[in-house]
């Protein structure tokens, strides 16, 4: 059974960066194709960032491109999403996601089997 941990996450002002980490256990991370969620209060879980498993591909959300960079180390079995220019509105839980072979669509929650318990982002004014 794969488990998923994030960390990173904390608070940062306006314009900063911060990087988190998803370490993927129990499997080999290659396996999976990984993508960062995040939710704010009051408001529908949405997609930041995916990479395919050999990270041949990435798709970010439209909010986050530009700022946002995802990547991936399979030998540390550890995907990284790089937030830079951080705005309040990026403060929410961030969750990491994967799906063994390919998440379809990348793009919807639904289409990822094993999640991480969340990391908490807060960008302040």
């Known amino acids: 059974q794969v488990q998923l941990v994030e960390s990173g996450g904390g608070l940062v002002q306006a314009g900063g960066s911060l990087r988190l980490q998803c370490t993927v256990s129990?499997?080999?991370?290659?396996?999976?194709?990984v993508a960062w969620f995040r939710q704010a209060p009051g408001k529908d879980r949405e997609l930041v960032a995916s990479?395919?498993?050999?990270?041949?591909?990435?798709d970010y959300g439209d909010s986050v491109k530009g700022r946002f960079t995802v990547s991936r180390d399979n030998a540390k079995s550890t995907v990284y999403l790089q937030m830079n220019w951080l705005k309040p509105d990026d403060s929410a839980i961030y969750y990491c996601?994967?799906?063994?072979?390919?998440?379809?669509?990348?793009?919807?929650?639904?289409?990822?089997?094993?999640w991480g318990q969340g990391t908490q982002v807060t960008v302040s004014s």
């Open positions: 996601a994967a799906e063994p072979w390919g998440a379809t669509p990348y793009y919807l929650s639904s289409a990822y089997s094993y």
């Open positions: 129990g499997d080999i991370a290659s396996k999976y194709h």
């Open positions: 990479i395919w498993r050999n990270s041949e591909n990435t």
